[in-house]
T-cell receptor
Framework: AQTVTQSQPEMSVQEAETVTLSCTYDTSESDYYLFWYKQPPSRQMILVIRQEAYKQQNATENRFSVNFQKAAKSFSLKISDSQLGDAAMYFC??????????FGSGTQLTVLP | DADVTQTPRNRITKTGKRIMLECSQT?????MYWYRQDPGLGLRLIYY???????NKGEISDGYSVSRQAQAKFSLSLESAIPNQTALYFC??????????????FGPGTRLTVT
């Protein structure tokens, strides 16, 4: 069974600074996808960024980027120029090419003004 | 209007009661999912459905049942609710008709409390 580990239950960052959230996963698959979801206090699950394992280039979406280290099975999320609206619970998720989504336990991000 | 809706948004019920959570979607997706979220555990898959005639158990299906009444509707039932089923429940959909990273689209969640 695949597992997804987020070792940082809580993180904080100063507004306008950069923060990196960690995620590791365990799989024997070669074809898979990785995701970061954001859950603000409204509790809505919002996709932040996705990465296909076959792509070597790290995905970026505006201030959000990932560091995908396939050999190390690591998928960290970097948030640049943090804003108050970035405060949320962040979930890393893994999905094999054929199969279902598995979530990590989440990292609660606080943005300090 | 929201693409994935859930009713009710909040519910308090008593131990032993039967309760149904409903999910509807206007995205035209074939696949629908039910997850529960508990603090410190992330989201865990309860049931998923590829189409009206194809329903599958997820990681934590015990104590739950589902019904796919139509492509757009997927209901989750707790036949006899117990306190440890107190959680936040999410419905999600996805379209996997082509190749790619299949994003799941989530409803707003239902907060269920069993007393």
């Amino acid at each position: 069974a695949q597992t997804v580990t987020q070792s940082q239950p809580e993180m904080s960052v100063q507004e306008a600074e950069t923060v990196t959230l960690s995620c590791t996963y365990d799989t024997s698959e070669s074809d898979y996808y990785l995701f970061w979801y954001k859950q603000p206090p409204s509790r809505q699950m919002i996709l932040v960024i996705r990465q296909e394992a076959y792509k070597q280039q790290n995905a970026t979406e505006n201030r959000f980027s990932v560091n995908f280290q396939k050999a190390a099975k690591s998928f960290s999320l970097k948030i640049s120029d943090s804003q108050l609206g970035d405060a949320a619970m962040y979930f890393c998720a893994y999905r094999p090419g054929v199969g279902q989504l598995t979530f990590g336990s989440g990292t609660q991000l606080t943005v300090l003004p | 209007d929201a693409d994935v809706t859930q009713t009710p948004r909040n519910r308090i019920t008593k131990t032993g009661k039967r309760i149904m959570l409903e999910c509807s979607q206007t995205k035209g997706h074939d696949r629908m999912y039910w997850y529960r979220q508990d603090p410190g555990l992330g989201l865990r898959l309860i049931y998923y459905s590829f189409d009206v005639k194809d329903i599958n158990k997820g990681e934590i299906s015990d104590g739950y049942s589902v019904s796919r009444q139509a492509q757009a509707k997927f209901s989750l039932s707790l036949e006899s609710a117990i306190p440890n089923q107190t959680a936040l429940y999410f419905c999600a959909t996805s379209d996997e008709s082509g190749r790619g990273a299949y994003e799941q689209y989530f409803g707003p969640g239902t907060r269920l409390t069993v007393t």
